[in-house]
């Protein structure tokens, strides 16, 4: 099928994102909207539109408004997803040659930031659980080590950056990790880029957001976690640690000089979505009905896996021998499309629209999946071997300056990558450039190789 036709049909149940399911649950005024003349709609910064960076007009009133309603001191919105907004975010943080202390289950666009900013990654492990494969939450108590193991590398830290809730949903309690890292007279930015519906607070026992935590910077992918359109996005500011001039200028460094203005409306009306009452009640319902579906489903026996995301359902897989990406392709034959693929889990993401058939067709493709894979035992992951903080043995404008080699991933040892092995989604890095690759290392990577058989390769380049 060629493109135009996949855009126009739809005849799958869409548990991926963006999370407005195929235009079902976009904002009204964006559905108005998109009802006009094709294409009446499409305009770049003019006079009385403005732009992100532009003083006057009708963004700059949006964002002031947003801001306000969210009670922080600034927002800009992004027409180039979560991705461009970090990157801005963190080159408005650090200077080149100053260090960023990130997990290592950070998103990939953080790592690029560091390549083109001249930043330095150091990169701390997180818990990992081995039942399922996944990068787990931290508490206080291991961030406390980190810092501690972080001063033996003398380097010039600049901001740190979280990732909360994760892909899968699972929330740490960031307030306790942003005092700490106040405590140490740093900043700290949030990658809430699932997380932007934890703005409504619709119900005390889901997590907040950063915002309420005093984060510096976080970063709403509001395609991810709010109904806007795909590469909507916002960065939210507050307090005095970073300098908006700082962001300001890291986000003319990397915004299109024509911003669509479509995109930028639909960054205020997902906002809007998700502080007036209407769209938190819309909110409410839906997280009401993915409750008695995710019931319905453990009922059932369905093998899920508990998530801070009410919205999100994890398959556990695994559990039963099964890849999740092996199982993917079975519900995407009987037309039930996931978001995560990953090898111990399937992710499914419900969004903002209603799914109320689903979960007998879940139940029976599920029961299919199982009767023709036969009884068997559940796999366990082997924790990466990630040391507890980790710098690029080379920094990284060297590497990527560097002549290489394809080399097979087993005669690697001792190499130095010039590349990043990252399956995508979830976008996380196995391996950044400039890194070393250990006997350990090669080790996990060919294991890993096995798990995401079309996503990891035989081969690395590395520096000659
Ligand atoms: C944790 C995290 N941060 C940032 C991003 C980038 O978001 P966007 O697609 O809006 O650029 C992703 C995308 O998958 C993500 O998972």
Redesign the pocket.
């Known amino acids: 099928m060629g493109l135009f036709d996949l855009l126009s049909a739809n005849r799958s149940e869409n548990l991926f994102l963006p999370a407005h399911g195929r235009g079902n649950a976009l904002p009204k005024k964006i559905k108005n909207l998109l009802k006009l003349r094709p294409g009446i709609w499409d305009l770049p910064e003019l006079f009385e539109i403005g732009g992100p960076l532009i003083r006057e007009g009708a963004i700059a009133e949006s964002q002031k408004s947003s801001a306000y309603e969210v009670g922080v001191d600034r927002c800009w919105y992004g027409v180039?997803?979560?991705?461009?907004l970090?990157q801005s975010a963190l080159l408005a943080l650090a200077r080149p040659g100053q260090a960023v202390l990130m997990p290592r289950n950070i998103?990939k666009?953080c790592i690029h930031a560091c390549l083109f900013g001249g930043l330095v990654p150091l990169l701390f492990d997180v818990p990992y659980l081995s039942d399922r494969g996944h990068a787990s939450v931290f508490d206080k108590k291991w961030l406390q080590s980190v810092f501690k193991k972080v001063k033996e590398f003398e380097e010039d830290i600049a901001a740190v950056v979280l990732?909360n809730p994760?892909?899968q949903g699972y929330s740490a309690d960031i307030e306790s990790l942003i005092k700490e890292i106040h405590s140490h007279c740093l900043p700290v930015l949030v990658?809430e880029?699932?997380g932007a519906q934890l703005i409504s607070q619709v119900s005390p026992d889901l997590p907040k957001s950063a915002i309420s935590f005093g984060a510096d910077l976080v970063?709403h992918?509001l395609?991810?976690s709010a109904p806007g359109l795909v590469?909507s996005?916002v960065l939210w500011s507050q307090g005095d640690k970073v300098d908006p001039f700082n962001i300001e200028r890291s986000i003319e460094l990397l915004q299109t000089s024509s911003p669509s203005s479509l995109l930028l409306a639909s960054c205020e009306s997902s906002i809007k979505e998700l502080i007036e009452s209407k769209g938190i009640k819309k909110l409410k319902s839906r997280i009401e009905e993915a409750k008695l579906l995710k019931d319905f489903l453990i009922n059932k026996k369905v093998p899920l896996l508990k998530t801070s995301d009410p919205l999100r359902i994890i398959l556990h897989t695994s559990k039963f021998g099964l890849s999740g990406i092996e199982v993917d392709k079975r519900f995407i034959k009987k037309r039930i499309i996931g978001e995560l693929a990953e090898p111990g889990t399937l992710t499914f993401c419900l969004g903002l629209s209603s799914h109320k058939r689903l979960g007998k067709r879940f139940v029976r493709t599920w029961n299919e999946i199982l009767t023709s894979s036969g009884e068997q035992k559940a796999c366990f992951f082997k924790r990466p071997p990630f040391s507890i903080v980790t710098r690029p043995l080379k920094p990284f404008t060297y590497s990527w300056g560097s002549n290489f080699e394809k080399v097979k991933l087993q005669d690697a040892i001792g190499r130095i990558s010039v590349e990043m092995v990252c399956p995508y989604?979830?976008?996380i890095p196995l391996l950044i450039p400039g890194e070393i690759l250990d006997e350990a290392r090669v080790e996990w990577l060919i294991e890993q190789k096995c798990f995401w058989p079309e996503q990891i390769s035989d081969f690395v380049r590395v520096i000659c």
């Open positions: 180039n997803g979560a991705t461009g970090l998103h666009s990732v994760t892909y990658d880029a699932h970063v992918s395609h991810k590469q996005a989604p979830p976008g």
